[in-house]
């Protein structure tokens, strides 16, 4: 072969080559030794760490601040999980992902909804007499925009697990694995619907906060019920599909055994069953849902009371998709068991409606912390190389309902509660200490270590009823005739008189002509003007019980957001003074009375306030340079640990690198 | 099974992509659909066949942070 024919041929073959390797998964291309872990903990809060820290209680965390850094880290506005970790996942304010606060509305109709996933039915059915086919298969839809960092490593060939982020359901398509968390539903869709069961007459039987009373009759020492599932979309009306149950009680002691499908087991007076797996039958040998509930016997005699989780997501057979690979769902099942895959597993509901006491309620929420500690130490043995992020829901969760027992000035502060139970908050922080003292003799020249949360905590004392304020003060307008405490969701509402309303924990949008379906304000100075007007009137309010003002903060995010989808979002985000938070039935469209009322719902810490007051952490192994670093900086920072520069519309920059010095006035002049 | 695949010229995905630059979206397609998802709205109004006003505000209700 003569030398220019040897040359062609092995140039063909390189190319060849070349082209081979660019068509290999990217995941296969990464050979460098570099991994960063993320552990983020919902709701850890500055200072309750520092006490924690300085009482010796949290020994791991004051050794990583010590060796590294520890700063406080701008929260998102509105300081609220959804947006807050959407914000950290796309490094996007609110303007580029689309999530302003857990409930949105739809100005078209003026209904309201989850703001970060819609489960679709089939659009399109057969009916065949009491039964319906579905031409098709229903959907579940990622409502939060932008490219989360996962993917962007992923197209660089980082390997990348993300465990439990919010605002990640259904998991957007990656090839990153990804287990779903905050916001996914549980089987009847929503964010979690408890059954309970009581012979007792003096319970008021029907739908409650967060779940349902059902009566039951005990006759022969034996209770038959069904379990509620997820609607059957193939018979007329939709039926929810129901699962019968019976439970045999003992006459004499506080025992009963229940039986439900193909299972049998007993349980005592106050005992938790193991998750029980359930089919719910939509057609008969044909179709069925699986879903994964838990049993607690709260009484036998001389009430029957029995309580049943909210029906979760089979993690073994997911009738939703939870996980990327769909197949790590079912790995993890294999692993460790069944585990909550609904989003927010503690049922706080349960505890403000009395369903569980606190006693109850924390082995409910000691058993949810249990199985996220059990997933986080069976996958990260596994962790090598790339990034490892796990997300820990402990401390928000027990945030908002233990604060009343380690608070005296709480208006539900009970002193003997508090004597058994103050330290419950304090025990959660110290469980994620002990996960920190698992990951840092892990730690090595080559991997970098970020512990954060999405915000801090604070008091909630007292509700602000924002549209009660509004009609009060002639923004929004009542159907002639209408009961002002009536009704719901803007029920009687006279949309051809109002410009302002209050939707969610801190959205304040106007009524405005061409987006809202009755819109009456005009955009622009008119619009503006109002935007003022209301701004300055309700920062000049005084809580009269206090004298304190009720909110410290008005942000137009015409003004403080960017992006795309800044004009869904509301005029306004307002932000409630430390101590105050919107009113529970302002929220959705209601109007009490008063316009302050004590808080005295066991629900008792909250968050939803004015962002500068509650900052989240942000520990690194790693001096961070950052003197004030925010959510939006944590993508760029995780790109910048691979070499990659932050996406475009990425808002911030990495912690690790010092803040660009700010060009003078005479360079900026071109001088 | 593959999805709706639509052909567009270069001249008009060359602007496209400027536009969803411009407007800040995290890609052109996540910009063609929004811009899609608002016309069809604009022109059809709001899809109301899907969940009851009933249903959604039961799912709401599991909600801790409201009542």
């Not at chain 1, 040359?7 to 995941?27: D, E, N």
């Not at chain 1, 947006?83 to 992902?97: C, F, I, K, Y």
């Not at chain 1, 509301?570 to 009113?583: F, K, L, M, T, W």
């Amino acid at each position: 072969m003569s030398r220019t024919k040897w040359l062609l041929v092995m140039l063909v073959i390189c190319v060849a080559a070349s082209l081979l390797y660019s068509q290999l998964p990217a995941r296969n291309r990464y050979r460098g030794d570099h991994k960063l872990i993320i552990l983020g903990i919902d709701g850890m809060d500055p200072q309750l760490l520092e006490r924690f820290m300085a009482e010796g209680k949290m020994p791991n965390f004051a050794g990583l601040a010590r060796q590294g850094s520890f700063r406080r880290l701008t929260t998102s506005t509105p300081p609220q999980s959804p947006v807050a970790w959407s914000n950290l996942t796309t490094g996007l304010d609110p303007g580029g992902h689309g999530i302003f606060d857990f409930i949105h509305r739809d100005p078209a109709t003026m209904q309201p909804y989850l703001s970060t996933s819609r489960v679709e039915p089939p659009k399109h059915n057969l009916t065949l007499g009491s039964w319906v086919i579905p031409l098709g298969s229903g959907t579940a839809e990622l409502l939060r925009h932008g490219q989360p960092f996962w993917n962007i490593l992923e197209d660089h060939g980082i390997p990348t697990s993300v465990f439990h982020m919010p605002a990640n359901f259904p998991p957007s398509a990656s090839k990153a694995r990804t287990l779903a968390g905050m916001g996914t539903p549980d089987l009847r869709g929503g964010y979690g619907t408890f059954s309970f069961y009581t012979d007792d007459p003096t319970v008021q039987a029907g739908e409650v906060e967060g779940g349902e009373v059902i009566p039951v009759m005990v006759q022969n020492w034996r209770v038959t019920a069904n379990l509620e599932g997820p609607k059957n979309s193939f018979r007329k009306g939709w039926p929810p599909a129901l699962v019968p149950f019976t439970v045999s009680i003992d006459p004499v002691s506080p025992v009963a055994k229940i039986a439900v499908q193909d299972r049998e087991f007993v349980l005592r007076e106050g005992e938790w069953s193991d998750w029980v797996q359930v089919d719910f039958s939509l057609i008969p040998g044909l179709e069925s849902v699986s879903g994964i509930c838990r049993f607690f016997l709260k009484q036998v005699h001389p009430r029957f009371q029995l309580y049943i989780s909210p029906v979760n997501i089979d993690p073994a057979h997911p009738a939703l998709p939870l996980s990327t690979p769909a197949s790590l769902s079912r790995d993890l099942w294999r692993e460790v068991g069944d585990f909550y895959t609904q989003g927010i597993a503690e049922d706080t509901k349960a505890l403000s409606d009395g369903v569980l006491d606190d006693g109850e309620y924390l082995q409910q929420a000691r058993e949810v912390a249990a199985e996220q500690r059990r997933i986080f130490d069976a996958e990260f043995p596994r962790f090598h190389r790339g990034v490892f992020f796990f997300y820990f829901s402990s401390l928000d969760l027990n945030g908002h309902m233990m604060w009343r027992l380690m608070d005296a000035h709480h208006p539900a502060y009970d002193s003997t509660l508090a004597a058994q139970y103050g330290d419950a908050l304090e025990s959660f922080y110290q469980q994620i200490d002990g996960v920190l003292g698992k990951v840092l003799p892990t730690l090595d020249a080559n991997t970098t270590l970020l512990v954060l949360s999405d915000h801090g905590f604070a008091p909630f004392y007292r509700s602000f009823n924002l549209n009660t304020w509004l009609l009060d003060n002639g923004y929004l307008a009542l159907k002639p005739g209408a009961n002002q405490e009536e009704g719901q969701y803007f029920a009687n509402v006279d949309w051809s008189r109002t410009r302002a309303y209050g939707l969610g924990l801190n959205g304040l949008y106007l009524n405005l002509k061409g987006r809202e379906k009755d819109g009456i304000v005009q955009p622009g100075s008119k619009s503006n003007a109002l935007l003022d007007e209301i701004s300055s009137k309700l920062l000049a309010v005084r809580d009269p019980s206090t004298g304190l003002p009720a909110i410290t903060r008005m942000s137009r995010t015409a003004e403080v957001y960017h992006g795309p989808y800044t004009q869904d979002a509301p005029d306004i985000i307002v932000g409630y003074n430390r101590g105050y938070r919107a009113g529970w039935k302002t929220i959705l469209g209601a109007f009490p009375r008063q316009l302050f009322e004590d808080n005295t719902n066991a629900w008792s810490g909250d968050h939803c306030m004015d962002y500068t007051l509650v900052p989240g952490v942000l520990l690194s192994n790693r001096k961070i340079d950052a003197q004030s670093p925010a959510l939006t900086d944590i993508a760029p920072t995780i790109l910048a640990e691979f070499g990659i520069a932050p996406a475009h519309g990425m808002m911030g920059h990495s912690v690790f690198q010092p803040p660009a010095a700010p060009q003078s006035q005479t360079a900026l002049l071109g001088h | 099974m593959f999805g709706y695949k639509l052909k567009i010229e270069d001249d008009l995905l060359e602007k496209l992509k400027k536009c969803s630059e411009m407007a800040g979206y995290a890609s052109v397609d996540e910009f063609i659909i929004h811009a899609l998802e608002k016309e069809t709205t604009a022109i059809l109004g709001a899809d109301t066949s899907s969940a009851s006003e009933e249903e959604i505000k039961k799912r709401l209700r599991g909600l801790g942070y409201i009542e």
